[in-house]
């Protein structure tokens, strides 16, 4: 598999877990005594969403870059 076919479809994978943990994040707020580490559970998917699609929109002007 290509390494730019990999990180998108890891950056599609992690868009899924993002989801679920804030649909888990919203059930585990509806609850009384909400769980702090809940609130947490979305921030790294979420910042490894950032990081590949970082990656995916630098990439086309890396090589614009690269070619003159």
Request: charge should be positive; glycine fraction near 4%; aromatic fraction near 12%.
């Amino acid at each position: 598999m290509n390494w730019n076919n990999c990180i998108r479809q890891i950056h599609r994978w992690l868009s899924i877990a993002f989801t679920v943990a804030v649909i888990v994040n919203v059930v585990a707020m509806v609850q009384e005594k909400p769980a702090v580490w809940v609130g947490l559970l979305a921030l790294l998917p979420l910042i490894l969403l950032m990081l590949t699609g970082l990656y995916m929109f630098a990439r086309p002007y890396a090589a614009k870059w690269r070619s003159g």
